[in-house]
């Protein structure tokens, strides 16, 4: 990996060189970040079973509810406009674009538990050829659970919908007491090298600064699971993950009381968490605030009141040009729908749209269309399009 971080490295410099930008230093550049490539087409044609939309008010927005699920906590988009959907008691979900649905069959066993369960799903950025799923959830061990990272071939046939040769490439290590801050959001980098996966401190705190484990990090590896290292620490429960066009990484986190986080994630660097942060533990003890020199990546934009950011995505299609390389964020106890506009290395609040629910996921369709699943025991599916 060393070696490629340094190919990488001197690519981006040169490029950056010719346009006048600052140079990044080798340590700040993502693997695989010199070319974008999309893992969806462009466009998916409309569906006739896509009901009426309707204004969503207080919001620029049209919906069109699509569906409803129990617990969902993630979904992806396929090459041919399909989805499939995670819901947290271990069901994974293929939604044709058409509408159907079926259940995936070979879906791993999961704790179910406190805020452990099924996670993220994403596709390889070959699907369309090697139709390589890769799945997170929270699993048993020695000393109690901890986060998973498996990757299968999806395999739909007369028979259904299978995921067949599933092995675990990546586990959170120790596995702990508790149910809470498994993290494990995934992302690939824009040439699809490199896999990341976000590690939550598993609310111990202390771990978070010990690089010994690998709780409280973000962790780069090969797609197989090899050569897997930490990127960074200091992480709290960070539960969204996304590169940018221009191959910065970018990070959503759930903070304490107050002090949730929008990150620009740089290797080996060090977030702070439980020595410093801008808000307070549960109950009012203080935490120092990040300040310069303290030797600590501080947040691009944060919140306080709490929002609670479940995920992330930034927005790269044509229906809205306007917010074009922003990142939109899901709000839990924020029950909204968060744009923050980001330009270059720099972020700042855009907007916030209430929901009146819990708004646990934010994908892009292949149309362009924004795609949310709000949180709980019947969530829904919405389709955001302009209102």
Not at 33 to 55: D, G, K, N, Q, Y
Not at 187 to 212: C, I, N, W, Y
Request: hydrophobic share 35%; aromatic share 8%.
């Amino acid at each position: 990996m060393a070696d490629l971080r340094g190919i990488v490295a001197l690519a981006m410099v040169l490029t950056l060189a010719g346009c006048g930008a600052p140079q990044p230093t080798p340590m700040e550049t993502p693997p695989g970040s010199a070319a974008v490539t999309p893992s969806v087409p462009p466009s998916v044609p409309a569906t006739a079973s896509l009901p009426a939309a309707e204004p969503l008010s207080g919001t620029p927005f049209a919906v069109q509810e699509l569906g409803r699920f129990d617990e969902p906590w993630a979904m992806t988009f396929l090459t041919d406009g399909d989805a499939l959907i995670t819901e947290r008691a271990g069901r994974l979900v293929l939604r044709y674009a058409d509408g159907r649905s079926t259940e995936v069959a070979g879906v791993p066993e999961v704790v179910h538990q406190g805020q452990g369960g099924l996670g993220d799903v994403i596709v390889s950025p070959d699907f369309a050829t090697d139709r390589t799923v890769y799945l997170s959830w929270a699993a048993r061990g020695t000393g109690g659970s901890g986060a998973e990272v498996g990757r299968a071939t999806l395999v739909t046939d007369a028979n259904g919908a299978r995921l067949d040769g599933l092995s675990v490439i990546w586990r959170q290590q120790p596995k702990t007491s508790g149910s809470g801050h498994y993290g494990h959001r995934l992302t690939f980098s824009p040439d699809g090298s490199h896999l990341f996966v976000t590690s939550g401190e598993r609310q111990k705190m202390t771990p978070a600064q010990d690089r010994s484990n690998t709780l409280g990090t973000i962790v780069a590896m090969d797609p197989d699971g090899g050569n897997a290292e930490i990127w960074s620490y200091g992480h709290r429960n960070p539960l969204g993950i996304a590169f940018d066009a221009a191959g910065n990484l970018w990070s959503s986190e759930m903070g304490p009381q107050g002090g949730d986080e929008l990150n620009l994630i740089r290797q080996g660097r060090n977030y702070g968490w439980p020595l410093a942060s801008n808000g307070s533990h549960y109950g009012g003890a203080d935490i120092p605030d990040h300040k310069p020199g303290d030797g600590f990546e501080a947040p691009k934009v944060w919140w306080n009141p709490s929002v609670s950011p479940g995920s992330l995505m930034i927005y790269s299609g044509s229906m809205y040009p306007q917010w074009r390389g922003d990142a939109f964020i899901g709000a839990l106890s924020g029950q909204a729908l968060i744009r923050v506009d980001l330009d270059g290395t720099n972020a700042r609040k855009g907007d916030q749209w209430d929901f009146g629910d819990r708004v646990r996921e934010v994908e892009q369709a292949p149309d362009g269309s924004i795609w949310v699943l709000t949180d709980g025991s019947d969530g829904r599916l919405l389709r955001l399009t302009p209102g």
